[in-house]
């Protein structure tokens, strides 16, 4: 599918010598961290492989649910503000771009897909896991059909 995205891509990451940098991207790596651990113990389900656009964390396949655990530093989480590293910072902005470009594109294709999406960011599963698991336990029960946070 071709994808109408505005930015340019950006490549890897690069690598930083300064410590926070290293530390905040170890502990923000986009599969396998924490947040998606911790609710996938909460959920007692796997954290799932599809081919998806945006490679959901965790599905619902019988009601099209899709769960993306976003985390803080990758998407530019508003309410953590957390600082664009010092050392690269042009490719950092427009990663960041990017990424948030991509998750606009996965969501729009998921939902032409007949999927609802519903996002959780990583400060929301590390300080109230059970909310986030309730929340997610009404959508796969109900039939909700909008998600508003
Ligand atoms: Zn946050």
């Given at each position: 599918?071709?994808?109408?995205?505005?930015?340019?891509?950006?490549?890897?990451?690069?690598?930083?010598?300064?410590?926070?940098?290293?530390?905040?991207?170890?502990?923000?790596?986009?599969?396998?961290?924490?947040?998606?651990?911790?609710?996938?113990?909460?959920?007692?389900?796997?954290?799932?492989?599809?081919?998806?656009?945006?490679?959901?964390?965790?599905?619902?396949?019988?009601?099209?649910?899709?769960?993306?655990?976003?985390?803080?530093?990758?998407?530019?989480?508003?309410?953590?503000?957390?600082?664009?590293?010092?050392?690269?910072?042009?490719?950092?902005?427009?990663?960041?771009?990017?990424?948030?470009?991509?998750?606009?594109?996965?969501?729009?294709?998921?939902?032409n897909l007949g999927w609802k999406v519903f996002e959780f960011w990583e400060h929301d599963i590390r300080s109230n896991p059970d909310k986030v698991l309730g929340r997610?336990?009404?959508?796969?029960?109900?039939?909700?059909?909008?998600?508003?946070?």
């Amino acid at each position: 599918m071709k994808r109408a995205y505005t930015t340019q891509p950006v490549g890897k990451s690069p690598k930083s010598n300064s410590k926070t940098v290293s530390k905040s991207m170890k502990s923000n790596k986009p599969r396998g961290t924490k947040p998606e651990k911790i609710l996938s113990m909460l959920l007692k389900k796997k954290i799932e492989r599809n081919t998806l656009p945006g490679n959901p964390d965790f599905i619902f396949p019988k009601k099209k649910i899709a769960v993306f655990v976003n985390g803080c530093f990758w998407h530019k989480c508003k309410k953590c503000n957390l600082p664009i590293p010092k050392t690269n910072t042009e490719f950092w902005k427009r990663k960041f771009e990017r990424n948030i470009e991509r998750d606009k594109i996965n969501k729009k294709e998921l939902d032409n897909l007949g999927w609802k999406v519903f996002e959780f960011w990583e400060h929301d599963i590390r300080s109230n896991p059970d909310k986030v698991l309730g929340r997610i336990k009404r959508y796969v029960t109900k039939d909700v059909r909008q998600y508003s946070p």
